[in-house]
């Protein structure tokens, strides 16, 4: 089979389950988290090198404050279980602003991974046009070095990306990396994960053609 | 209905279908002119405002020469046929090139349109890092100008995306007016087009939820 090296995970639909269960959209993020844990290992486990999960955007920081808070908490837990099993975590987004939370500012520089771990990137208080603007403050730009110039040029190319929740959209996700990325979408929830889903998009993925548009 | 103020067209999959017919693969770009047209009047009909085709990149251009001939006789048609109904042209790509076509430089500006009739790009000798390149000129980029400093500034935000011919990539049309846009697949190849395809995306473009990442 041929593996993805690098897997880009967007985990949507956390509020849509949680008002499916009867709950506040804010109780959807805590469930997420765990399907987080598994996906990582499945991807490890089939072989893949680098992970990214969508974390949230500085879009996302406009919802209400139970809401933010809620997701906020999510990925201050999930990159700590991330570093807890092993992975070489790296966190991108924009420190600047105060929606940054202080806790993940030791892994914007990526942490030391364990034995057969793999890379995991995890974007928190991201914006596409954020990455972008670093491109101002190069000298020449080009397809070759375009990379090195956006912050988030430790984020390598993207092969295959992986949404959850039903939407056919890319919603700002890493734009350059997803250039050439095949896109897979599951209806169900990200709350509903389970590892068939990473089997499926991996099956899926094996029949592509790669071109890279050659 | 709510209909989408702009559409991408990705018309994938003619060198597929020439093959299907026994033919050499250069021989399906002509057979993508008149589903061209057809999609253009379509759009207009359904009461789109603007329609971006995709016509060939900068790494297309690495295919055999026959292949390039055929694909670039093809946009130079595509454009004819595109200003004799009467839309509003403009053609957007890397004209410092050799491959850019010197037929279509009257195009790089927006040509007038005729009564009843929509704005239409097209991409020739387009390339994703060539559209971003321009940012490192830029004074300071942020997400409410970011799209001004780009070189595809005069091409608005996409809401649809339609790619035909079963792949599911962007493979670098447009990464900035494309963070928000919903993305349909068709399985038929581009030469294969119908209306019918058009009508599909749309009906499901209508029951997607736009939130522009709120």
New interface residues.
């Given amino acids: 089979m041929r593996v993805p090296k690098h897997v880009g995970i967007i985990p949507d639909g956390n509020r849509r389950w949680a008002q499916n269960q009867g709950m506040t959209k804010d109780k959807g993020y805590d469930k997420g988290l765990d399907p987080g844990l598994d996906a990582y290992r499945k991807c490890r486990d089939m072989g893949v090198d680098e992970v990214t999960f969508y974390g949230f955007?500085?879009?996302?920081t406009?919802?209400p404050a139970d809401q933010t808070q809620a997701f906020t908490k999510a990925c201050v837990e999930a990159a700590n279980m991330l570093v807890q099993e092993g992975a070489a975590l790296l966190v991108i987004g924009n420190t600047k602003s105060p929606m940054f939370p202080k806790e993940l500012l030791p892994y914007t520089q990526r942490s030391q991974s364990k034995p057969g771990q793999i890379k995991a990137n995890l974007l928190v208080n991201y914006?596409?046009?954020?990455d972008?603007?670093t491109?101002?403050d190069?000298?020449?730009?080009?397809?070759n070095n375009?990379q090195q110039?956006i912050q988030s040029f430790d984020i390598s190319r993207l092969d295959l990306i992986i949404r959850w929740g039903g939407?056919?959209?890319?919603?700002?996700f890493l734009?350059?990396q997803?250039?050439?990325?095949?896109?897979?979408v599951i209806d169900d929830y990200w709350p509903a994960f389970n590892e068939n889903h990473i089997c499926d998009a991996f099956n899926w993925y094996d029949k592509?053609?790669v071109t890279?548009?050659?």
Avoid: C, E, M
């Avoid at 914006?127 to 954020?130: D, L, M, P, R, T």
């Avoid at 190069?138 to 397809?143: D, I, P, Y």
């Fill in positions: 955007t500085t879009d996302n406009k919802r914006g596409w046009h954020w972008l603007n491109l101002a190069a000298q020449k730009v080009n397809k375009i110039h939407r056919r959209r890319l919603s700002g734009p350059v997803s250039i050439y990325a095949d896109f897979y592509q053609d890279l548009g050659g």
